[in-house]
């Protein structure tokens, strides 16, 4: 008798891992979003997180919990309980560039998290004022018979863009001086009013101010042309260059330790999300590329091979955050 208790009581320990993780979720998730609300990557999290809640059928909660370019809401996930109830959706600064820049990490955005999935991404364009040549070549050919005359504007040292505007420099083998702004906004601004004569942006956010002829977008750094601005050739059309691709993508990320069958599961709900043709065309109008057939083992091979390829960049520019 007491040999057939043991054995229930071991078979009751054994399963009751299970029985919570099948369980999943009980309860609300967060998620956190690592910047101020009403940006961009809120907009995504936030619809993202309607669709999550009503596949799962727990309230997914948004937090916004800004600080350090990213680093202060992702190093919170980081060092989150790992039982899939605190998620972050980071973005190419928090999980591609951070560790690159950074003198004194918060966390290592490969080894402190499961990634989930990488959902879409925001193509980088390569935009001018209306005064530049009209083609991508014929620019280069400008910068190069006139060095230094032409400035890019970016959001500010150390951003995505910024470091995209570098390596855009490499492919180009041109010399652009560089000016940080604190924010895209202001750079567009000054773009307008011809103060520089060309900035690196996002297609969503610079789509507006072409379409109303303002600006010239004279190439988008995705491996195909966008479906948004199917007359906007690639980085690697305009040059006759290969593998210039660039965008602000963005991950869903669990702490490191969290469960594979949670991590399985908010998987399959993110696919049934980014499957849907409704909320696809949604972010197309933001100008973001949706993600449809990511894994947790296509996301982290994603991430380190990003961080491979801008390791070089980040050196050459000399460029640190504290």
Known sequence: MKKMIAAALCFAAMAAPSLAQDAYPSRAIRLVVPFPAGGPTDVFARQYATRMSAILGQQMVVENKAGAAGAIGSADIARATPDGYALLFGTASTHGLYNLLAK??????????????????????????????????????????????????????????????EMFKVAAKADIPHIPYKGSAPAMNDLLGNQIGMVIDTLGTSLGQFRAGKIRILAVATANRSKLAPDIPTVNEALGIQGFEAGLWNVVAAPAATPAPVIAKLHEATLRVM????????????????????????????????????????????????
């Not at 955005?109 to 879409?120: C, H, N, R, T």
């Not at 050919?141 to 500010?156: D, E, I, R, T």
């Not at 849907?276 to 590329?289: N, P, V």
């Open 104 to 165: 004194k990490p918060q966390y290592d955005s490969l080894k402190d998290f499961a990634p989930i999935g990488i959902v879409g991404s925001a193509p980088a364009v390569i935009a001018v004022n209306p005064v530049q040549p009209a083609d991508l070549k014929a620019l280069v050919a400008a910068v190069k018979a006139n060095p230094g005359k032409l400035q890019y504007g970016s959001p500010g040292t150390g951003t995505f863009l910024h470091l995209t505007g």
């Open 275 to 322: 499957a849907d043709a409704g909320f696809q065309e949604q972010l197309l109008k933001m100008g973001i590329e949706p993600i449809m057939d990511s894994t947790p083992a296509k996301a982290r091979a994603f991430i380190a091979a990003e961080q491979a390829r801008f390791k070089s960049v980040v050196s050459a520019a000399g460029v640190t955050i504290d």
